[in-house]
């Protein structure tokens, strides 16, 4: 098969389309998670959703609102690790932890009553791009029209809190607020995330391509660029190779941003013995 004919398809079409908007959007939201060592969250979350659909799909609704059902459960998720965070008692990671193996922990009891692991649980574990409707490619442009113009509106303050959260607190900037903000989002992304790489590789595009932006040592705003330039690449990548060698297009994905981020990362350390010698 040549490579024009696989844009011919439609369902090619929709899972390109939805895999660059929420790529962009998860690279967007990773260099702020990524600068405050909330990286990690993704994973959590990723456990929730993973509840939240077991549960879903226990009670009987279509697949088709899966998405949306599992939406508040989630975002509700990210208020309890906020919540959690600041009770002063409980460091961030824990608080991570502790949600997190709450949703896991949920979702086996859930799947285990509703007969195992079906189909539609296992498309959701593990993801499949080139199953996404027109509904969830809408919803996936709709949130990231939201998240880009969120970050534009709010950019100086979340730029502040992410260095200095203290500092930004004295220069009147409502910490919490931009603190709850970012992780509704990144709730929201992660929801939604699952359908392209499935809900236990959600972190990856959280993670691998803003560290992979971070190796270049450019400003800040050049590095949200750059992690969205190489999100996107590894995304039409991975999508594209999997059509064509029948490979599991999430694994296919996450192995394109770990390629880039060990190609970056070579040439950072072979351009500097380079300068050495």
């Known amino acids: 098969m040549e490579l024009g004919e696989i844009f011919r398809y439609e369902f090619v079409q929709r899972a390109l389309l939805a895999g660059v908007f929420i790529a962009a959007v998860s690279s967007i939201l990773g260099v702020f998670l990524v600068l405050r060592r909330l990286s990690l969250i993704g994973d959590g979350l990723a456990h929730i959703t993973f509840g939240s659909v077991a549960m879903v799909l226990l009670i009987g609704l279509s697949p088709l609102y899966v998405t949306l059902a599992a939406l508040p459960l989630v975002m509700l998720s990210s208020l309890a690790i906020f919540q959690l965070t600041r009770s002063k008692r409980i460091r961030g990671d824990a608080a991570i932890g502790i949600v997190s193996s709450i949703g896991i922990a949920l979702g086996i009891i859930l799947s285990s009553l509703s007969g195992g692991y079906n189909v539609d649980l296992l498309s959701y574990l593990f993801g499949n791009i080139l199953t996404v409707t027109q509904t969830e490619l809408a919803l996936s442009l709709i949130i990231f029209l939201f998240v880009a113009a969120a970050v534009i509106f ?3 303050d979340l730029f502040a809190v992410t260095f200095d959260e203290e500092l930004a607190k004295s220069m009147g900037i409502k910490t919490n607020r931009i603190n709850i903000i970012l992780l509704l989002l990144t709730a929201v992304t992660a929801v939604l995330a699952m359908k392209i790489t499935g809900i236990m590789l959600v972190s990856a595009m959280l ?3 803003p560290v992979t932006a971070l190796q270049l040592s450019l400003s800040f705003r050049m ?5 969205v330039g190489f999100s996107v690449l590894a995304v039409i990548s991975g999508i594209i190779v999997s059509f ?15 390629a880039l981020l060990l190609i970056v990362f070579s040439a950072k350390i072979f351009l500097r013995l ?3 010698f």
């Open 223 to 227: 590095t949200i660029f750059a992690a």
């Open 154 to 156: 709010l950019y100086r």
């Open 207 to 209: 993670i691998l391509p």
């Open 244 to 258: 064509v060698l029948n490979l599991p297009a999430g694994g296919t994905i996450v192995m394109f941003n770990a």
């Open 274 to 276: 380079q300068r050495q």
